[in-house]
């Protein structure tokens, strides 16, 4: 069965840099997509940044954009979200998820993805 693993959450100062990572195993297909989203106490569960194994096709939400960086490693099935420039509204449990049997371009929404990590915290002060 497929699992997900998250690290490199923690506490970090307003302005400073995590990197995230997601290892994903008994992946055995290709055409899959691997991203991340975030919640926030109170909010909804919304995307982060997302990438493609099939094409390589991005997504950034507008918050991250120029600031969040996501990368992959398609032969260990493991992506990665360099964070900088953190702020205190980034503060949130920052889940990975995956989704397999996709063709172009990448998902975005919570209901498209199969498969979720346990969430690392991510926590910014002010």
């Known amino acids: 069965e497929v699992q997900l693993v998250e690290s490199g959450g923690g506490l970090v100062q307003a302005g400073g840099s995590l990197r995230l990572s997601c290892a994903a195993s008994?992946?055995?297909?290709?055409?899959?997509?691997i991203g991340w989203f975030r919640q926030a106490p109170g909010k909804e569960r919304a995307g982060v940044s997302f990438?493609?194994?099939?094409?390589?096709?991005?997504y950034y939400a507008d918050s991250v954009k120029g600031r969040f960086t996501i990368s992959s490693d398609n032969a260990k099935h493991t992506v990665y979200l360099q964070m900088n420039s953190l702020k205190p509204e980034d503060t949130a449990v920052y889940y990975c998820?995956?989704?397999?049997?996709?063709?172009?371009?990448?998902?975005?929404?919570?209901?498209?993805?199969?498969?979720w990590g346990q969430g690392t915290q991510v926590t910014v002060s002010s």
């Open positions: 990438v493609s194994a099939v094409d390589g096709s991005t």
């Open positions: 008994g992946i055995t297909r290709d055409d899959y997509a």
């Open positions: 998820a995956a989704v397999g049997e996709i063709r172009v371009g990448v998902p975005t929404s919570i209901y498209e993805y199969d498969y």
